[in-house]
C-alpha cells in the first residue's frame, strides 16, 4: 500500500485557495482527500467543491416529532391518568396546541444544537492537524496524498501562492 | 490581508481623499472599511483583557448592591413572608409580575436584533448581533427571579415541573401559568444555545490567541473547533434553523404572557389584541435597551469604536421610531374598542387609568413612549447622538416599566366587585428585589464583557467580504453579494 502524508497548505487569500483545489484534483487528488479550514465561513461553490453533507436538518425534525409527541402526551395523556374535570369537559383543545407548540420548538432546537455536537464529533480535545493562523483569517488545504505525490503537490501549492506548505502534526488546540 | 472582499484595496487610504464620496461611505459604514482578521481579533481580544481599577470599582458596587437589594431583602422576605410586598387585597400580582413582564420584554430585543434581521440579511446587525443575544440571556435570568420571588416558597418550584409528585396531581397544562413555564423555558434555553453557536468560532478564536487560564477555559469552551468545511456548514445549518425557529418563540413567550390577563374576565385585560400588543410592547422596550447597551459598550470598551459607529446609532433609532409608531397603534387599538364597549366596569377602569392617583403614571407612559421618540427620533443628526439616544432609550424603557405598572397592580384596583375596589397600590420589598435585578443584569454584563467576545468577528468579516462598492457613472454604490 502506497504511504499517504499529510500536508497542510496556508493561503492569505480566497482566490489561491480555489486554484489550489483544481490544482490538486489536476494532480489526481481528489476532494475527498482534501480539507477546506478557515477562519470564515467560505462556502463550498466558492471553491468549487461538492457540498457537505449535513445531517442537523434530520435531527432537526426528528426533535420537532419527538418534542410534539411529548407535547400531546403532556396536554392529553397526562389529563387521562389524573383527571381534572373542568367545564363537564376532560380537555379542550386551544390550550393543548400550545403546549404542542412550545414542545415541538423546545424539543427541535435542542436536536439542531445537539446535531451540530455529532455531526463536528464536538466536543474533540484530541491533538490535531491545525495552525492559528487560520483563526487570523488564513485559509488552509489539508491535503492527504500519496508520499510519491508530496513533492509535487508541495511545488504546485507554493507555486500557485502559498504562505506556507508544510508536513500537518496534529498538536494540542 | 487575509479574506478581503478584493473590490477594497484602497480601504485604509481615505486620508488623500478626505471629501471623496467612496471615502465618506468607508468612514461610515464598518462593512466597507475592513481590516485584516488578525488586527479584528486582537482589538476584540484587548477590549476583553483591558481592565481598568474604575471597572473593579463599579463591578463591586453593584456585587454589593446585588447581595443586599436582591439577596438580602429576598431572603428577608422567605424569612417574613410575602405580606412584606405590596400583594394585598386587590392588588394580588403587585409588582413582581410587572417586573417579570419588564424583564421578558427587555429580552425580546436579542432575538428580534439577531435573528428576525439575520432572517431578512440586515447587514448592520452584525457588530452587535452578541452584545443583543447576550441581552436575552440574562434579562430572562431576571425575569426568572422574579417569578421565583413571587412564588413565596420557592423551594416547591418544582411543583411546576410536569413530574409525579406527593400531591399525587400533575400540573394543569390548560392554565396560562403553565403556558407561562414552558414558553420562557423553552425562549431561555433556546437563546442560549442560539447565543453559544455562533461564538463557537470566536472562542477558537480566543482560544488561539491566549494564555494561562484563559487558554485553559476558551480551550474547553471552543469544542475543538477548527473551521473545517464541515463545521462551517453544520454550523451554518443550526443557525439558520435558529433563526426562523427562534422567531415564533419569541413571538409565542410575550403573546403568552399577555394571555396571563386575556384570559380573564377582568375589565382592562379581557382584550383579543393583547397578544400583538404585548409583543410590540417587549420590542418597544427591548430595542430601545439594545440602543443603550450599544452606546455604553462603544463608548466604555477599547477599540468599540471601530466595530460600532454612528450608522448603528441611526439604524437602531430608526427601529426605535417605527416600533415606537407600532406600539402606539395597538395601544389605541386596545384603548379605543375598550372605550367605545360601554362597559360601565371599563369605563371606571380606564377613568381611574387617567385622573385616579397614578393618572400621571399614565401619561408619563405616552410621553415617554410616544411623544418624545416622535419628537426626537425623526432627526438623523439626533440619532446619531448618543446621549440624546441613550436618553431617549431610557425613558422609552421608564415608560414601558410605566405600561406594565397600569396594566398590572393599578388596573386590579378596579374589577366587577366594587366592595373590592382599591385606590392606592403601596409597593413594598419588591422595590429593592428589582433594584437588585438592574444591579445584577449590569453586572453579569460587564463580567461577560471580560470573557466573551462581545463582537462575532467572524460574522464581520463574513459581511466585510460580501460588501465592495461599484461606481455607477460617477456615483460609488455600496453593493452586496449573497455569500451564503
Same mark, same amino acid.
Given at each position: 500500500? !502506497?504511504?499517504?502524508?499529510?500536508?497542510?497548505?496556508?493561503?492569505?487569500?480566497?482566490?489561491?485557495?480555489?486554484?489550489?483545489? /483544481?490544482?490538486?484534483?489536476?494532480?489526481?487528488? !481528489? /476532494? *475527498?482527500?482534501?480539507?477546506?479550514?478557515?477562519? !470564515?465561513?467560505?462556502?463550498?461553490?466558492?471553491?468549487?467543491?461538492?457540498?457537505?453533507?449535513?445531517?442537523? =436538518?434530520?435531527?432537526?425534525?426528528?426533535?420537532?416529532?419527538?418534542?410534539?409527541?411529548?407535547?400531546?402526551?403532556?396536554?392529553?395523556? =397526562?389529563?387521562?391518568?389524573?383527571?381534572?374535570?373542568?367545564?363537564?369537559?376532560?380537555?379542550?383543545?386551544?390550550?393543548?396546541?400550545?403546549?404542542?407548540?412550545?414542545?415541538?420548538?423546545?424539543?427541535?432546537?435542542?436536536? !439542531?444544537?445537539?446535531?451540530?455536537?455529532? /455531526?463536528?464529533?464536538?466536543?474533540?480535545?484530541?491533538? =490535531?492537524?491545525?495552525?492559528?493562523?487560520?483563526? /487570523?483569517?488564513?485559509?488552509?488545504?489539508?491535503?492527504?496524498?500519496?508520499? *510519491?505525490?508530496?513533492?509535487?503537490?508541495?511545488?504546485?501549492?507554493?507555486?500557485?501562492?502559498?504562505?506556507?506548505?508544510?508536513?500537518?502534526?496534529?498538536?494540542?488546540? | 490581508?487575509?479574506?478581503?472582499?478584493?473590490?477594497?484595496?484602497?480601504?485604509?487610504?481615505?486620508?488623500?481623499?478626505?471629501?471623496?464620496?467612496?471615502?465618506?461611505?468607508?468612514?461610515?459604514?464598518?462593512?466597507?472599511?475592513?481590516?485584516?482578521?488578525?488586527?479584528?481579533? +486582537?482589538?476584540?481580544?484587548?477590549?476583553?483583557?483591558?481592565?481598568?481599577?474604575?471597572?473593579?470599582?463599579?463591578?463591586?458596587?453593584?456585587? %454589593? @448592591?446585588?447581595?443586599?437589594?436582591?439577596?438580602?431583602?429576598?431572603?428577608?422576605?422567605?424569612?417574613?413572608?410575602?405580606?412584606?410586598?405590596?400583594?394585598?387585597?386587590?392588588?394580588?400580582?403587585?409588582?413582581?409580575?410587572?417586573?417579570?413582564?419588564?424583564?421578558?420584554? @427587555?429580552?425580546?430585543?436579542?432575538?428580534?436584533?439577531?435573528?428576525?434581521?439575520?432572517?431578512?440579511?440586515?447587514?448592520?446587525?452584525?457588530?452587535?448581533?452578541?452584545?443583543?443575544?447576550?441581552?436575552?440571556?440574562?434579562?430572562?435570568?431576571?425575569?426568572?427571579?422574579?417569578?421565583?420571588?413571587? $412564588?413565596?416558597?420557592?423551594?416547591?418550584?418544582?411543583?411546576?415541573?410536569?413530574?409525579?409528585?406527593?400531591?399525587?396531581?400533575?400540573?394543569?397544562?390548560?392554565?396560562?401559568?403553565?403556558?407561562?413555564?414552558?414558553?420562557?423555558?423553552?425562549?431561555?434555553?433556546?437563546?442560549?444555545?442560539?447565543?453559544?453557536? #455562533?461564538?463557537?468560532?470566536?472562542?477558537?478564536?480566543?482560544?488561539?490567541?491566549?494564555?494561562?487560564?484563559?487558554?485553559?477555559?476558551?480551550?474547553?469552551?471552543?469544542?475543538?473547533?477548527?473551521?473545517?468545511?464541515?463545521?462551517?456548514?453544520?454550523?451554518?445549518?443550526?443557525?439558520?434553523?435558529?433563526?426562523?425557529?427562534?422567531?415564533?418563540?419569541?413571538?409565542?413567550?410575550?403573546?403568552?404572557?399577555?394571555?396571563?390577563?386575556?384570559?380573564?374576565?377582568?375589565?382592562?385585560?379581557?382584550?383579543?389584541?393583547?397578544?400583538?400588543?404585548?409583543?410590540?410592547?417587549?420590542?418597544?422596550?427591548?430595542?430601545?435597551?439594545?440602543?443603550?447597551?450599544?452606546?455604553?459598550?462603544?463608548?466604555?470598551?477599547?477599540?468599540?469604536?471601530?466595530?460600532?459607529?454612528? &450608522?448603528?446609532?441611526?439604524?437602531?433609532?430608526?427601529?426605535?421610531?417605527?416600533?415606537?409608531?407600532?406600539?402606539?397603534?395597538?395601544?389605541?387599538?386596545?384603548?379605543?374598542?375598550?372605550?367605545?364597549?360601554?362597559?360601565?366596569?371599563?369605563?371606571?377602569?380606564?377613568?381611574?387609568?387617567?385622573?385616579?392617583?397614578?393618572?400621571?403614571?399614565?401619561? $408619563?407612559?405616552?410621553?415617554?413612549?410616544? +411623544?418624545?421618540?416622535? %419628537?426626537?427620533?425623526?432627526?438623523?443628526?439626533?440619532?446619531?447622538?448618543?446621549?440624546?439616544?441613550?436618553?431617549?432609550?431610557?425613558?422609552?424603557?421608564?415608560?414601558?416599566? +410605566?405600561?406594565?405598572?397600569?396594566?398590572?397592580?393599578?388596573?386590579?384596583?378596579?374589577?366587577?366587585? #366594587?366592595?373590592?375596589?382599591?385606590?392606592?397600590?403601596?409597593?413594598? @420589598? &419588591?422595590?429593592?428585589?428589582?433594584?437588585?435585578?438592574?444591579?445584577?443584569? @449590569?453586572?453579569?454584563?460587564?463580567?461577560?464583557?471580560?470573557?466573551?467576545?462581545?463582537?462575532?468577528?467572524? &460574522?464581520?468579516?463574513?459581511?466585510?467580504?460580501?460588501?465592495?462598492?461599484?461606481?455607477?457613472?460617477?456615483?460609488?454604490?455600496?453593493?452586496?453579494?449573497?455569500? &451564503?
Amino acid at each position: 500500500m !502506497t504511504e499517504k502524508n499529510l500536508l497542510l497548505a496556508i493561503f492569505e487569500d480566497i482566490d489561491p485557495a480555489a486554484h489550489a483545489v /483544481d490544482k490538486l484534483r489536476e494532480l489526481g487528488v !481528489t /476532494d *475527498e482527500h482534501v480539507t477546506v479550514i478557515s477562519g !470564515t465561513p467560505i462556502t463550498e461553490a466558492m471553491l468549487g467543491r461538492k457540498p457537505q453533507w449535513s445531517n442537523v =436538518t434530520r435531527f432537526a425534525l426528528g426533535g420537532a416529532f419527538v418534542g410534539l409527541c411529548v407535547g400531546i402526551f403532556l396536554a392529553y395523556g =397526562t389529563p387521562q391518568l389524573y383527571p381534572i374535570v373542568v367545564n363537564a369537559r376532560w380537555i379542550g383543545v386551544p390550550p393543548t396546541i400550545v403546549v404542542m407548540f412550545e414542545l415541538t420548538m423546545l424539543l427541535m432546537l435542542i436536536s !439542531t444544537f445537539l446535531g451540530v455536537f455529532l /455531526d463536528s464529533r464536538f466536543p474533540n480535545y484530541t491533538p =490535531t492537524e491545525y495552525v492559528p493562523e487560520i483563526s /487570523d483569517g488564513r485559509i488552509a488545504l489539508l491535503i492527504e496524498c500519496g508520499g *510519491e505525490l508530496e513533492a509535487a503537490v508541495e511545488a504546485a501549492m507554493k507555486s500557485i501562492g502559498a504562505e506556507s506548505v508544510k508536513r500537518a502534526q496534529a498538536e494540542a488546540l | 490581508m487575509a479574506i478581503s472582499a478584493s473590490a477594497l484595496p484602497h480601504a485604509h487610504a481615505e486620508s488623500h481623499a478626505h471629501h471623496d464620496h467612496e471615502a465618506e461611505l468607508r468612514r461610515e459604514h464598518l462593512m466597507l472599511d475592513p481590516k485584516p482578521r488578525g488586527e479584528m481579533n +486582537a482589538m476584540v481580544m484587548e477590549s476583553m483583557t483591558t481592565t481598568s481599577w474604575k471597572f473593579w470599582v463599579v463591578a463591586g458596587i453593584l456585587a %454589593l @448592591i446585588v447581595a443586599v437589594a436582591l439577596f438580602g431583602a429576598w431572603g428577608y422576605m422567605i424569612s417574613e413572608g410575602l405580606y412584606l410586598s405590596g400583594k394585598n387585597r386587590p392588588g394580588y400580582w403587585s409588582l413582581f409580575l410587572v417586573h417579570t413582564v419588564f424583564w421578558v420584554g @427587555i429580552s425580546h430585543a436579542g432575538t428580534f436584533v439577531s435573528a428576525l434581521l439575520r432572517v431578512f440579511k440586515v447587514e448592520f446587525r452584525r457588530p452587535f448581533t452578541r452584545a443583543a443575544e447576550l441581552m436575552t440571556t440574562f434579562a430572562l435570568a431576571q425575569a426568572g427571579i422574579q417569578i421565583f420571588a413571587h $412564588m413565596g416558597r420557592v423551594w416547591l418550584a418544582y411543583w411546576m415541573f410536569p413530574i409525579p409528585n406527593q400531591r399525587q396531581l400533575w400540573v394543569n397544562f390548560q392554565s396560562p401559568l403553565m403556558w407561562d413555564f414552558l414558553a420562557i423555558n423553552t425562549y431561555l434555553l433556546a437563546s442560549t444555545m442560539y447565543l453559544f453557536l #455562533p461564538l463557537i468560532p470566536d472562542l477558537a478564536m480566543a482560544r488561539d490567541r491566549s494564555t494561562g487560564w484563559r487558554k485553559s477555559v476558551y480551550r474547553i469552551l471552543a469544542l475543538g473547533f477548527r473551521g473545517t468545511e464541515a463545521e462551517w456548514t453544520h454550523l451554518r445549518i443550526a443557525l439558520n434553523i435558529f433563526a426562523f425557529a427562534i422567531l415564533p418563540v419569541m413571538f409565542s413567550v410575550h403573546t403568552i404572557v399577555s394571555w396571563d390577563f386575556a384570559v380573564a374576565m377582568r375589565p382592562g385585560w379581557s382584550s383579543t389584541i393583547f397578544g400583538p400588543y404585548f409583543v410590540i410592547g417587549a420590542l418597544q422596550s427591548g430595542v430601545a435597551a439594545v440602543g443603550m447597551v450599544v452606546i455604553v459598550i462603544r463608548y466604555t470598551m477599547k477599540h468599540m469604536d471601530y466595530f460600532i459607529r454612528k &450608522e448603528h446609532f441611526d439604524a437602531i433609532g430608526k427601529l426605535m421610531l417605527v416600533i415606537s409608531m407600532g406600539w402606539a397603534y395597538f395601544f389605541f387599538n386596545d384603548y379605543m374598542i375598550q372605550w367605545y364597549g360601554g362597559d360601565s366596569f371599563t369605563d371606571a377602569l380606564l377613568h381611574f387609568h387617567e385622573a385616579g392617583p397614578g393618572g400621571w403614571i399614565w401619561f $408619563m407612559m405616552l410621553i415617554t413612549n410616544v +411623544a418624545i421618540p416622535w %419628537l426626537v427620533l425623526w432627526n438623523r443628526a439626533w440619532r446619531r447622538n448618543p446621549v440624546i439616544l441613550f436618553s431617549v432609550g431610557l425613558l422609552i424603557n421608564v415608560g414601558m416599566w +410605566a405600561e406594565r405598572y397600569i396594566i398590572v397592580p393599578v388596573s386590579l384596583q378596579i374589577n366587577r366587585m #366594587p366592595f373590592l375596589w382599591g385606590q392606592d397600590f403601596r409597593p413594598g @420589598i &419588591e422595590v429593592p428585589i428589582f433594584i437588585g435585578t438592574v444591579a445584577f443584569f @449590569i453586572l453579569l454584563y460587564m463580567l461577560a464583557s471580560r470573557f466573551l467576545p462581545l463582537v462575532p468577528v467572524w &460574522e464581520v468579516q463574513e459581511g466585510q467580504m460580501a460588501h465592495s462598492i461599484r461606481k455607477y457613472g460617477k456615483e460609488p454604490v455600496v453593493t452586496v453579494a449573497e455569500l &451564503e
